[in-house]
């Protein structure tokens, strides 16, 4: 297979001009408008914003050994300067990036390598790209849960480092690992959720219901423990938790991970309604190429921390030729820009 | 107004998250109210003990009975600000172990919100356990709190725990700051003020650098205000300098703590020290 191109990052034209009706919240105990539908918003810094802009980010980890590792290293580094007359002193640069390891010292990797797209309102913008390669990185930096060592953020114009405050309430995210206090119920922790954002208890009670009704979760699952409750069925949960709070950007990192094909299609369709009735955006990271395809307006490949690809999955499927002559599918095309294998573990990021 | 009325809203989700959680776990909170009460019965016998162990009638029994109440008032004093700087300081070890860290950290709440919430139960915590102990103290010994001055010594503990808010939530900073031994760093911290602040003897017997290190920590105040009241019945009146200085190192130490922990919190996410789960 060969790229042949990879250059339209315009929005779709199935994603324009789907505004519907605006979502009820009841924050803080009064029914408001919530800010998610296009040019409609007063809690959004700029109407004309896109859902988000990430401009040339960077974010590098920088691992250093152990305090005792340290010294060995510098016990043998002194060792080895002198029994050497090389006379430069020197004893190497710093840390390399990349994962390589620099002089003993600090080992640097390179997550995200200036990353730069921006998404339209009300679109589902599909991210893959091999394990490690900076996906949940990217995530979490939008999350406001790590700091970019470069470049800038920005959420509905909100920048995600200067007003993260305005960017929480924006958003939400389902990651892979659902995290939950195990020993509540789900209620307990949905309960919890909707405190820390503002949704009235009643209303969250009852909507809570909903969604997991919606879900296919059963009604007695709402009071058993989280920790007697498959990983299936603790996604969902997960999921349910995210939409409870309407966010106006809807981050999903794998986040139908170990569903079975039917709960997997119950998610799919809930995301494309929660698109389609609230306009929500959505950023969705997975290993599932099929549900890239079916879901994504666009999609973005990274590897190594860099955007290698980006445009609508026809687009991609363009950019590639299989060998035999068949149409490629999207997996084809993330072989064949990624050079990898896929697989369906975890994500092993630093 | 809005606002702070819907952090202050806010903050009452890790109070009841915080009791859902004590419900859930109350085959663990037996277990460690069994254990806290055997080690303050432990002590506290140590002055019924006194005489046979130096085998002559040293102490008259009025005095044994004031060393009753001395060590009962230490240990009792002790548990409520342990309890308090626990509970608070593990507000992050404890997400840490759930994994649900990264969800409270994006959640759209201020940090001061989030340890408001955290401080008002383990206040109510913290009262609830020592109300338990001392019921047992009192069943098991005849303690003479006849001259006790209640309202004097409650203002001190209420006042006093302001303090220990405050560097609770400086220790907070350590589970954030070494994901995999931060919690047990918080232990350091507490072993250290135990020692320090005249928990079971008075500051003006330990030895020199000790007590010279007693005369920073607020605890040490606490228990001396504490035993004050309830032992020679001080009245409000004649504490009110040791609360203005206790309200002093509050109002101090808690804008400190949260300062620190601020630090700590950009420094987990620069270094992506959230994610860890320790």
């Known amino acids: 297979m060969t790229v042949t191109s990879q250059t339209d990052t315009q929005a779709p034209e199935t994603m324009i001009g789907q505004l519907n009706e605006p979502m009820e919240a009841h924050v803080n105990g009064q029914v408001t408008v919530a800010a998610r539908s296009r040019g409609s918003s007063s809690a959004v810094a700029d109407d004309h914003a896109p859902a988000l802009e990430v401009q040339g980010v960077t974010k590098v980890f920088v691992k250093s050994p152990g305090l005792l590792a340290r010294i060995r290293r510098r016990a043998r580094s002194n060792g080895a300067s002198a029994s050497q007359t090389n006379g430069t002193g020197k004893t190497g640069g710093a840390g390399a990036t990349n994962g390589a390891l620099g002089n ?106 909903r969604i997991m009704k919606r879900l296919g979760l059963e009604e007695r699952s709402a009071s ?127 | 107004m809005t606002t702070t009325a819907g952090e202050l809203r806010a903050s009452y989700a890790f109070v009841e998250r915080n009791i859902n959680l004590v419900k859930r776990y109350w085959g663990w909170e037996i277990v460690w109210i069994a254990y806290t009460i055997a080690n303050s019965l432990a002590v506290v016998l140590i002055a019924r003990g006194v005489n046979s162990a130096v085998q002559e ?61 955290t401080t008002l139960f383990s206040l109510v915590y913290g009262m609830v356990h020592t109300v338990v102990i001392l019921l047992v103290i009192v069943l098991v010994f005849d303690l003479d709190m006849s001259r006790a001055n209640f309202p004097a010594a409650a203002a001190v503990l209420a006042v006093g725990s302001l303090s220990l808010v405050g560097i609770g939530i400086m220790g907070a900073v350590l589970p954030l700051l070494y994901p995999e031994r931060g919690a047990q760093m918080t232990h350091v911290v507490q072993a250290g003020m135990v020692l320090i602040s005249g928990v079971y003897i008075s500051p003006a017997e330990m030895p020199e650098p000790l007590h010279t290190l007693s005369k920073i920590s607020p605890a040490t105040y606490v228990l001396a205000g504490i035993r004050s009241a309830l032992m020679e019945g001080t009245g409000l009146t004649e504490l009110w300098p040791l609360l203005v200085g206790l309200l002093a190192a509050g109002l101090v130490l808690i804008p400190v703590g949260v300062h620190v922990f601020g630090w700590g919190e950009r420094y987990a996410k620069r270094t992506g020290r959230l994610k860890r789960s320790g």
């Open chain 1, 104 to 209: 003993g010292d600090a080992k640097r990797v390179v997550a995200v390598d200036n990353v730069s797209i921006t998404v339209e309102r009300g679109e589902i913008f599909g991210l893959l790209g091999p394990n490690g390669t900076g996906k949940s990185t990217l995530i979490r930096l939008i999350s406001t849960l790590l700091l970019p060592d470069d470049g800038r953020i920005c959420v509905f114009g909100y920048d995600v480092v200067r007003e993260d405050a305005q960017v929480k309430r924006l958003i939400n995210r389902v990651s892979v690992e659902a995290s939950f206090f195990k020993k509540l119920t789900p209620m307990e922790n949905l309960m919890y959720a909707a405190r820390l954002y503002g949704v009235d208890a009643r209303h969250a009670r009852e909507e809570s219901m």
């Open chain 1, 224 to 350: 058993e423990p989280m920790e007697d409750m498959s990983r299936g069925m603790q996604q969902k949960v997960a999921i349910a938790r995210a939409f409870l709070t309407s966010p106006s950007m809807l981050l999903l990192d794998e986040p139908t991970t170990g569903l079975d094909p039917h709960s997997k299609r119950a998610v799919q369709a809930f995301v494309r309604d929660i698109r389609r009735e609230h306009d929500t955006t959505v950023l969705l990271t997975t290993h599932d190429m099929y549900e890239a395809d079916v879901m994504c307006d666009r999609i973005a490949i990274i590897d190594k921390g860099r955007i290698v690809a980006l445009d609508t999955p026809t687009g991609l499927k363009g950019q590639v030729r299989t060998d035999d002559g068949r149409e490629p599918s999207l997996e084809d095309v993330f072989l064949e820009l990624t050079g990898r294998e896929l697989k369906n573990d975890e994500e092993a990021e630093s």
């Open chain 2, 57 to 117: 009638d040293a102490l008259t029994q009025a005095n044994i009975d004031k060393l009753v109440l001395f060590l009962a008032i230490g240990a009792l004093v002790w548990h409520y600000l342990a309890v308090v700087f626990e509970v608070v300081s593990e507000m992050i070890s404890w997400e840490r172990w759930e994994g649900t860290i990264e969800y409270t950290f994006m959640a759209p709440v201020r940090r001061s919100t989030h340890m408001i919430g």
